[in-house]
């Protein structure tokens, strides 16, 4: 700050902190806050549609509360009472229902859980300042539960004020409000902060509902993922993304997100295909169901609406090909290099016999012109997309709350890669004339996703961006050299390698910790210290794959969650926590339901790795909130000297 304007700023923070007692107490205040220890940061990823392992995952918050009841009841408790512990506080309404049938809940388990709950409740809150506590009280209890929280049970006299206070709650009846409201607050206090680090949704069945789930959350950030890219770009209007997010829902057979949870009508699509496709070939265009069953008449229309939405989609990423030869992506004009009589695709001198070749829409001398149908129909997608209240709703939060990577806590957050050439040093992007390649490609392509939304001339443009980073060469968020969907449908050859979608050459070179520093250093990020953490390619463990790259600089948090990809990583997703003690990778058992969840007796994860364990507890001074305050208190200082030197006059008059 130069001198004047920090004189200004010092006249406007007295305005705020009027004499020496004011300012004195903030300085005290901000000084102790420094000194508590750093909250837990929990890092989610690929969340893909799958609300149910998510909030449980949340409300579990990864294991983290297991281990405080490890920890607060060591050798008080046996492992299944531990167990027992954790899913009241998980399912506290669930949990004390299922006891209520089986033969009701006597006064005696009432006190000792709400005894057992408060000891964690007043462990996980201790690290937080009383305000902060105060503000995330259930208003109706706050008093009751503040007082809980604070006392001292090693003084004989408060020990026998808390039983009075245990006793009374559950002779006037609100026992279990109490523990309800406990549970809530032991599970908003084991986190602080949320990550996401990309990818809600696709492929699972309910991306709507995790959408909900994070616009009530207290402290969240969102790492854009090409899947949540894709979803945006569609709600935009984009109409390529629109078919692709359409194709992908009926290629899993989640229909009921669309259309129950958004309202978006599918019945133009729908009788489309009825009329255009009344037989489709059922391997290649039946959903894949993983574990829902749907009846055969269902099977089949979803089969007819994936072609005809297939097709759409094709034809759309032809068109905005031709009119971007910028993207580079013309290998993936297929319709060309069909020869629609005999059903044969030519590609790089060998002919493949096409999977189906029934295309009643094609106009062969135009095979990306839609047919006067499917420009109603997808014009009408489009219209119900733009025009939905819902999906805009959550599509604002994902801009608003996302980005394409943060910097956080001396991390750096990011879902895909940063682009690399074949030498191995950050790839070169020229875009309109102007050369990108690293960071200022990332801060590019983070620019053109918010001016996507924003309503100016070239907004259709930067709509078609969005289109390049789901499925681009060069996109951060997609890192592979193509996307090879077309082949998969329409091919079918034992060579797999035609189906192959190379990956970038980060995903090499990301083994190498010089790599990682390089990168922390480029983002201005301390290269001994700090994490780059990635999802988006699966961790495929049970092929003896790392999560852990670089010597331990790189995390890929990405184990599984998708249903549709726990085959490949042997595992149910990983996730990452980040306290003052530790770095803990857990990695997730499947989450089945939550009856299994409510009734097993065994713990949740199956292993948890300290990547790292800090010689002494991080403080918050150690966060980048804790450097901004520590900067408060330079100003608070400086004011403070101020009105003892005179130079500025305190007021007693407020
Ligand atoms: O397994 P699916 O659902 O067919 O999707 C495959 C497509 O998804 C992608 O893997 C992109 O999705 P991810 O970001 O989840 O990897 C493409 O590379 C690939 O073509
Ligand atoms: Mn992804």
């Known amino acids: 700050m130069t001198e004047m304007s920090e004189e200004k700023y010092l006249q406007l923070l007295a305005e705020q902190f009027p004499n020496i007692p004011a300012v004195s107490t903030e300085i005290i205040n901000l000084k102790a806050i420094l ?141 279990e409000n109490f523990i309800i409201a406990l549970s809530n607050l032991i599970q908003r206090f084991a986190v602080d902060k949320l990550h996401i680090i990309g990818d809600i949704f ?216 940063i682009p690399l050439n074949k030498a191995g040093n950050y790839a070169e992007v020229k875009i309109a004339g102007q050369n990108y390649a690293g960071r200022s490609l990332l801060d590019f392509f983070d620019d053109v996703v918010r001016q996507s939304y924003s309503l100016n001339k070239q907004e259709e443009t930067y709509r078609d961006w969005l289109w390049y980073l789901w499925r681009g060469k060069m996109s ?15 091919t079918t050859v034992e060579d797999k390698a035609l189906y192959l979608e190379k990956k970038n050459p980060y995903y090499k070179k990301r083994e190498n910790a010089d790599l990682c520093k390089q990168i922390l250093a480029d983002f201005e990020l301390d290269p001994e210290t700090g994490h780059i953490i990635n999802g988006h390619t699966p961790v495929a463990e049970k092929r003896g794959e790392s999560p852990i790259k670089g010597e331990g600089r790189l995390l890929v948090i990405d184990g599984g969650i998708s249903a549709a990809y726990r085959t490949k990583t042997g595992i149910a997703g990983y996730t990452l926590t980040y306290s003052s003690k530790n770095l803990r990778l857990i990695s997730h058992d499947p989450f089945l339901s939550r009856e299994n969840a409510l009734n097993k007796d065994s713990r949740d994860t199956i292993s948890a790795t300290e990547v790292v364990k800090f010689k002494q507890p991080l403080k918050i001074s150690a966060t980048d909130i804790g450097k901004k305050l520590a900067d408060d208190i330079n100003y608070l200082l400086k004011l403070h000297e101020a009105y003892q030197n005179g130079s500025l006059k305190e007021n007693y008059s407020t």
Not at 90 to 107: A, D, N, S, V
Not at 476 to 490: A, D
Request: aromatic content about 12%; charged content about 30%; hydrophobic content about 35%.
């Open 35 to 175: 000194n508590l220890p750093k909250s837990t940061e929990h890092f989610l990823t690929d969340l893909h549609g799958e609300a149910e392992a998510f909030k449980y995952m949340l409300k579990t918050a990864s294991g983290v509360i297991e281990y405080k009841i490890d920890q607060i009841f060591e050798e008080k408790l046996k492992d299944k009472e531990k167990r027992e512990l954790a899913t009241l506080i998980f399912y506290p309404e669930e949990k004390m229902k299922t006891l209520q049938k089986r033969g009701g809940i006597p006064p005696e388990w009432y006190k000792e859980a709400l005894d057992y709950i408060v000891k964690i409740s007043r462990e996980v809150s201790a690290i937080y300042t009383r305000s902060k506590v105060r503000k995330a009280l259930p208003h109706k209890f706050s008093y009751i539960i503040e007082e809980l929280l604070h006392l001292n049970e090693n003084e004989l006299s408060k020990k026998d004020y808390k039983d009075q206070i245990l006793t009374t709650i559950i002779e006037v009846g609100q026992a």
């Open 202 to 417: 696709d492929r699972g069945p309910a991306p709507e509902k995790i959408m909900s789930f994070l616009k009530n959350h207290h402290n969240v950030d969102i790492q854009w993922g090409n899947h949540d890219i894709l979803w945006m770009g569609a709600a935009r209007g984009q109409r390529a993304l629109i078919a692709t997010a359409l194709r992908i829902a009926l290629r899993y057979g989640n229909l009921e997100f669309i259309e129950e949870g958004y309202g978006i009508n599918l019945r133009p699509l729908a009788r489309f295909a009825l009329k255009i496709y009344p037989e489709v070939n059922q391997t290649v265009f039946a959903p894949r169901l993983l574990d829902k069953e749907l009846a055969q008449p269902e099977i089949s229309l979803i089969s007819q609406m994936h072609k005809a939405i297939t097709i759409i989609q094709f034809k759309l990423e032809g068109q905005l090909l031709k009119q971007h030869p910028e993207f580079r992506l013309s290998e993936a004009l297929y319709f060309e290099k069909i020869d629609f009589e005999q059903g044969i695709l030519n590609l790089d001198g060998k002919k493949y016999k096409l999977t189906d070749s029934d295309f009643p829409t094609i106009n062969t001398d135009h095979p990306y012109q839609l047919s006067s149908e499917e420009e109603e129909v997808i014009e009408h997608l489009r219209y119900s997309f733009r025009n939905n209240d819902r999906l805009q709703e959550d599509i604002r939060f994902l801009f608003n709350h996302g980005s394409l990577y943060k910097k956080y806590n001396g991390n750096l957050l990011f879902h895909g890669c």
């Open 476 to 490: 951060p968020l997609f890192g592979k050299e193509k996307m090879t969907t077309f082949l998969r449908y329409f």
